[in-house]
């Protein structure tokens, strides 16, 4: 799911509309947790909220909408709560009732981007005080309506964003449980009944902050002026799903987390760059209790993370001293620094593996993208999401001259690192007879290589052309689609030997079965027999795998005696009868 912000937000043009819920409240004070209090203490204002958006595949009725939406704030009792402030000028929680609610339009000006009529609606709609502080619009154009959600971040975290899409779509089509769920105040009551952070804990936390300068951890170039600026926000997809699972096989190897060899990528650039550790504010997850699986709430503390070199095991190392450090309550052990030590250009780095989560949703089959709000700021705050479609980030920092140089010249290495890991890992290596290889997506300049592997045997020879404008042209078709993985094998001498064409098939026979297709599998005539071709075929059925592919299918020419004995040697049936014709 890619992450956004609302100046980002990719919008048709038309007809914006919001739900108004009246809401009172009812009850007696509710528990504050200590991040909702520092949030909300910090007063009402616009862009301290959070939204997902997505499509429906056909147009709903709003009222329909709406009565799905009313079904989601019945099971979620935060969704019921709103803060106020106190005559002693502190906030307050308390429980609401829904009185009643009604869809109004939020007119798009002329010369108006859409963008900043959702923008404006969504600030005033869910600020901190806001009853209630969520909205949900609707933006009905001429392909189909766009839904988003959005409420201030004290009720909600990225988790709760994915809950609440779940549950919407599951009250449309009528398949909600009727039973609420656990709120977050439960929660907030559970974690000030949990024992004090030990001494150890307590000492650590010190020692990072007296590194960090009795302050959280600072971004360690320059940014600029100290006050805040508006923001710049860089959106990038670091990785594709194949590079994805690249990556993840060299951090396997390691025996590591994918998160931790990200850490160690991070330490070196920081190291690279301005010669001191990462040091950086570590959000955490508290649901620790699977109880709080479907609930809706900030079950986010913060953390801190110090990895002080590069390497795998210093980074997984340093992942797991940053979860031992925020999993106990944070209002105790920051109480000798009155709170949160904040300070201009704190840095602040949020992952989040959607594929963990218990909590599933065809984002993108519903282009579903986790939304931010447009602020000023002063800091650096990095967000990851890894889920089936690879790795994206989305990086908010302050928009100046010198933050544009640090924080920009930052992520292009740390992404250029990234994808180079991806591209030399150990996902990527074969060996056969003793030899070892590299594979790889081919390039448009790799195109006459795969061209002489591919006239290299009996009927190739004859069928493939000497110019190259052909398969150039089919080569940027090809690229283009990434449902095709065109690969290409080097020898340890640079020299290419192997080449294949992949292609994923999603179906509705055989039960919906998606198969890989391989094509053109070619091995150099040096580099036969040697077990090559059978190490390539077991890197194409891990590649289907991963997309989802549960049937692999190879053609191959009826006079390729030698080559039909390969792939049935391999297990490959000849079931069924291909046949082709000219066109």
Known sequence: MRLTNVAHLRLDFGRLYGYDLVVEPTGPDLPISFDQRRHVGAGARPGSWMALSFRLPEPVPRETLAQAWLAVVGRHGTLRTAFSLGDDGQPRLRETRVCSGSWREHPVAAGQAVNEALQQVLDEACSPYSAPAHRLCVLETATGPTVVVASDHAHVDMWSMLVILRDLRAALSGSLPAAPVPPFVDHTRALRDRPAAPETVR?????????????????????????DQLERVEVRDVFDVDDSAAFGAQARSEGVSTLALVISTMTEVTDELAGVPLRAVFPVHSRYDERWHDSVGWFITNSVIECEVPGPAAAAAAVREAVQLGSWPLEDILAPWGGMPEAPGMFAVSWLDLRRLPVRVDANGMDAQYVGAAIRTNGVMLWFILDGAGLHLRCRYPDTAQAREAVGGWLD??????????????????????????????????????????????????????????????????????????????????????????????????????RLQIEGLRVATGHRSQGLGTAMLDWAHEHGRVHGATLAQVTTDEVRERARGFYTGLGYRTDHVGLKRAL
Not at 430 to 449: C, E, F, M
Not at 492 to 510: C, E, N
């Open 203 to 227: 000492r650590r936390w010190a020692e990072v902050l007296a590194d960090s300068g009795e302050v959280m951890p600072r971004f360690p170039l320059p940014l600029g002026p100290t006050q």
């Open 413 to 514: 290495l740390l992404v250029t690192r990234l994808r180079a890991g991806a591209r030399s890992s150990v996902g990527g290596r074969l060996t056969a007879g003793g030899r070892r290889y590299q594979l790889r997506r081919a390039v448009r300049t790799d195109v006459p290589d795969i061209v002489a592997l591919l006239s290299d045997d009996e009927v190739g020879g004859d069928r493939e052309v000497a110019e190259y404008g052909p398969y150039e042209a089919a080569f940027d078709a090809v690229a283009r689609d990434h449902s095709h993985y065109l690969a290409i094998v080097h020898d340890d001498g640079g020299a290419a030997v192997g080449t294949m064409q992949l292609t994923v098939l999603p179906g509705l026979s055989r039960g919906g079965t998606t």
